[in-house]
């Protein structure tokens, strides 16, 4: 007979009994803690069968059944000092042990292995050594006096350099000094000095920071600007060299001995139509050769920089003849002619004037160099 697939409702099911009614026990709510504990081994509802008595699964038929622990054999007690014998071996396949694995297996059985800990050598504690420096082991002759007669020659020596100095600053210009700064003049000529002292002894930021203060001070004397100028050329500032030294050049027009210097600065800055002017400044001034070949060789290398080659090696061939005595101007004039030969490409050339100055001045710059790198 079909069944019919509507679902019953709550309504078509019945009053629902209450768990009293179930069991026959009147119906009690629950608190907590009313209830007694399940006693040990108090099963449930239904009976589970042992596992023991479990048919044996799919998968467990291939495989060897558990053996009880109480068949196992009791196992001998653990010990971990170094002295515990090595494991043995099991004897179900070969030994595959190289021979020196072997022995060391052996070594390690009958000693127990290495005892760490117990290095016959311990490692050397390294120290830090300070040195100190207490001086020359030498004796000293003239006793503790000695030091006192150093310092005094010293001082000796500083006033006898200033006083020098002091002469060094021509008599024109200190009466000038005197004209202008009155009582306070002999510090400044005496700084003066210092400057032109530390110029003469190559300390040139010495030397501009002693005339500096002396440009502000000092109005219409020329060699206070010629030794900040030049102090500054030596230093690589050129603008404030060129400045210094135009503003000497307008107060001595007639001399032309920084004109080289000055050509120098304008060829450093690439104003290369002041170095063509100062040059033919000294041209109709008719200086000393070593200054005019100075002028020269400044002129000769402006005009190298712009590319005019030929025209710069025209202006070093100014004479064709050795002269009587080789002066150091005629090494410099020799070396910048060959060094344009070079640059031209005319490597003969070059070389027979390097050859030339080496025969002169075998240790001049590096000629010995270039004529290696020249070449036969």
Same mark, same amino acid.
Request: glycine share 6%; charged share 40%; aromatic share 4%.
């Given at each position: 007979m079909p069944r019919d697939d509507k679902p019953e409702s709550s309504s078509d099911r019945g009053p629902r009994r209450s768990s009293g009614e179930?069991?026959?026990?009147?119906?009690?709510?629950?608190?907590?803690?009313? /209830?007694?504990? /399940?006693?040990?081994?108090?099963?449930?509802?239904?009976?589970?069968?042992?596992?023991?008595?479990?048919?044996?699964?799919?998968?467990?038929?291939?495989?060897?059944?558990?053996?009880?622990?109480?068949?196992?054999?009791?196992?001998?007690?653990?010990?971990?000092?170094?002295?515990?014998?090595?494991?043995?071996?099991?004897?179900?396949?070969p030994d595959t042990r190289s021979t020196a694995q072997q022995k060391s297996d052996d070594v390690k059985r009958r000693t127990g292995g290495r005892k760490y800990g117990k290095d016959p050598y311990p490692p050397a504690k390294h120290t830090r050594e300070r040195w100190q420096d207490d001086g020359s082991t030498r004796k000293s002759s003239s006793g503790p006096r000695n030091s006192s007669?150093?310092?005094?020659?010293?001082?000796?020596?500083?006033?006898?350099?200033?006083?020098?100095?002091?002469?060094?600053?021509?008599a024109g210009d200190a009466n000038k000094i005197k004209e202008q700064l009155g009582a306070t003049a002999d510090r400044a000529i005496e700084r003066l000095a210092r400057a032109l002292h530390a110029f003469e002894a190559h300390r040139y930021s010495e030397a501009r920071k002693l005339s500096m203060p002396l440009l502000s001070q000092l109005s219409g004397i020329a060699i206070v600007h010629e030794v900040a100028g030049l102090s500054m050329y030596r230093l690589g500032r050129w603008q404030d060299a060129a400045?210094?030294?135009?503003?000497?050049?307008?107060?001595?027009?007639?001399?032309?001995?920084?004109?080289?210097?000055?050509?120098?600065?304008?060829?450093?800055?690439?104003?290369?139509?002041?170095?063509?002017?100062?040059?033919?400044?000294?041209?109709?001034?008719?200086?000393?050769?070593?200054?005019?070949?100075?002028?020269?060789?400044?002129?000769?290398?402006?005009?190298?920089?712009?590319?005019?080659?030929?025209?710069?090696?025209?202006?070093?061939?100014?004479g064709t003849s050795d002269p009587h005595k080789v002066q150091e101007h005629h090494l410099r004039e020799w070396y910048v002619l060959a060094d344009l030969y070079d640059r031209a490409g005319d490597v003969a050339s070059a070389r027979r004037l390097f050859v030339k100055i080496q025969s002169s001045e075998p240790k001049f710059a590096d000629v010995a160099d270039r004529l290696n790198t020249l070449g036969e």
């Open positions: 179930r069991t026959g026990r009147p119906a009690r709510p629950f608190v907590k803690g009313s /209830r007694p504990p /399940r006693p040990a081994g108090a099963g449930d509802r239904r009976e589970r069968p042992e596992r023991r008595d479990r048919p044996a699964r799919s998968f467990d038929r291939d495989r060897p059944p558990r053996r009880d622990s109480s068949d196992r054999p009791a196992r001998p007690a653990r010990s971990f000092d170094r002295d515990r014998p090595a494991r043995p071996r099991r004897d179900d396949g007669k150093r310092a005094s020659r010293h001082e000796d020596d500083d006033d006898r350099i200033m006083t020098v100095s002091i002469k060094n600053v021509e400045d210094q030294l135009e503003i000497a050049r307008g107060l001595k027009p007639a001399e032309v001995v920084n004109h080289p210097v000055l050509a120098d600065c304008y060829r450093a800055l690439r104003r290369y139509e002041k170095v063509t002017e100062l040059w033919e400044s000294m041209k109709l001034m008719s200086p000393a050769a070593g200054l005019l070949a100075e002028g020269r060789i400044v002129a000769a290398g402006a005009l190298a920089d712009q590319g005019e080659l030929q025209s710069a090696v025209r202006m070093m061939t100014h």
